[in-house]
């Protein structure tokens, strides 16, 4: 996943829990913190959305940074602390999310998802065309040796990567729901 979407998916996802997990949210009064769906979040977040960020800043730095600066020139240190700081996005708009929930301010989370699904938007179009292709970013600068996505071994392990993402959060969303009507 490009680091320039990373935020704002995880912002979502955060939020999608929430509304996911509301009936537990809105039984307890406790912080927010201490119930399950703060947990499943945190658990997502950190077995589910580091790796599949982390992949890609591992093994596909240029792309993953959208070509537009040299992954060599970026110490792993830093990519770590991104990785890092992306992982925690999704508890802390759950909370957010959770805490408007039992407000029953659903037109303040409708505004915040809706804003983070417009950002999404442009991001992708606005960066779109430059992940379609695979290469250097020193190819990407130049124009040359360039790949296109479909058919590389970097658009198979998005299929891969993303797909068990998104089939852990739907496992995890599906057991937040049963454990909050339960």
């Not at 950190?46 to 596909?60: E, K």
């Not at 040299?70 to 240190?77: L, T, V």
Request: glycine share 10%; proline share 5%; with cysteine.
């Amino acid at each position: 996943m490009p680091l320039l979407l990373a935020p704002a998916v995880a912002a979502l996802l955060g939020v999608v829990l929430a509304l996911v997990g509301r009936d537990e949210l809105r039984r307890t009064s406790g912080p927010v913190s201490a119930t399950r769906g703060f947990l499943v979040c945190g658990l997502v977040s950190v077995l589910l959305l580091a790796p599949a960020i982390g992949y890609f800043v591992a093994f596909h730095t240029d792309w993953a940074y959208a070509y537009f600066v040299s992954g060599r020139r970026i110490p792993s240190a830093v990519d770590l602390i991104e990785v890092v700081a992306i992982t925690a996005i999704p508890p802390a708009t759950f909370s957010w999310a959770a805490v408007s929930l039992r407000r029953h301010a659903v037109r303040e989370i409708v505004r915040g998802a809706g804003v983070l699904v417009v950002l999404l938007a442009v991001a992708v179009a606005l960066i779109g065309p430059r992940m379609s292709v695979v290469g250097s970013y020193e190819a990407f600068r130049e124009g040359y040796d360039l790949v296109p996505l479909s058919g590389s071994p970097l658009g198979l392990a998005i299929v891969w990567v993303d797909g068990f993402l998104t089939l852990g959060v739907v496992w995890a969303a599906m057991r937040l729901r049963a454990m909050g009507r339960a």
